[in-house]
T-cell receptor
Framework: SQQGEEDPQALSIQEGENATMNCSYKTSINNLQWYRQNSGRGLVHLILIRSNEREKHSGRLRVTLDTSKKSSSLLITASRAADTASYFCATDKAGGFKTIFGAGTRLFVKA | DGGITQSPKYLFRKEGQNVTLSCEQNLNHDAMYWYRQDPGQGLRLIYYSQIVNDFQKGDIAEGYSVSREKKESFPLTVTSAQKNPTAFYLC?????????????FGSGTQLSVL
């Protein structure tokens, strides 16, 4: 089973534009994380937001969390061609130990 | 140079054969994980281990087995019972301590059936 579902499945934008990806999940969580994956590689952690936080920033990344709607969004500002990758949200369930991933959003940034 | 090492990068399995994927970490992490990724899909949890000599099934454990005899190592065996093993396999580790929950991933093993 997959706890998180990302939307959209794929996104194509021009360099310099902002990219927004959304994630919805089903159960109560301890935290929500976003990861990036370049094709054929392992995942790299981008940012973690806890269930008692509403917004977090890291460089060009902005993450929001709405626990009442069980949803999160990842905003990448001023995108670059190098941001082309798949982005996954992942959740740690409340009281659990497993980290469960969504299906991902494939982002393509055109130079 | 700390991190997670997966080997081999590519692996081919013949019909009825068991194969073992290696995962080693030198990050001193207690928790280790195996995920399976099919083309264009997300990650599905196969097995995870919170501590040495202990492991639990994830969402798709059938046809797979693991061991955790050492803190640094968490090998995954894909058995002949796994009828559709072709996928990209990712190993990860984490300290799981509050403030350090993020997963560190290896570079993956691509398993294909001959």
């Amino acid at each position: 089973s997959q706890q998180g579902e990302e939307d959209p499945q794929a996104l194509s934008i021009q360099e310099g534009e902002n990219a927004t990806m959304n994630c919805s999940y089903k159960t109560s969580i301890n935290n929500l994380q976003w990861y990036r994956q370049n094709s054929g590689r392992g995942l790299v952690h981008l940012i973690l937001i806890r269930s008692n936080e509403r917004e977090k920033h890291s460089g060009r990344l902005r993450v929001t969390l709405d626990t009442s709607k069980k949803s999160s969004s990842l905003l990448i500002t001023a995108s670059r061609a190098a941001d082309t990758a798949s982005y996954f949200c992942a959740t740690d369930k409340a009281g659990g130990f497993k980290t469960i991933f969504g299906a991902g959003t494939r982002l393509f940034v055109k130079a | 140079d700390g991190g997670i090492t997966q080997s081999p990068k590519y692996l081919f399995r013949k019909e009825g054969q068991n194969v073992t994927l290696s995962c080693e970490q030198n990050l001193n992490h207690d928790a280790m994980y195996w995920y399976r990724q099919d083309p264009g899909q997300g990650l599905r949890l196969i097995y995870y281990s919170q501590i040495v000599n202990d492991f639990q099934k994830g969402d798709i454990a059938e046809g797979y087995s693991v061991s955790r005899e050492k803190k640094e190592s968490f090998p995954l065996t894909v058995t002949s019972a796994q009828k559709n093993p072709t996928a990209f396999y990712l190993c990860a580790s984490s300290s799981r301590q509050t403030g350090h929950e993020k997963l560190f991933f290896g570079s993956g093993t691509q398993l294909s059936v001959l």
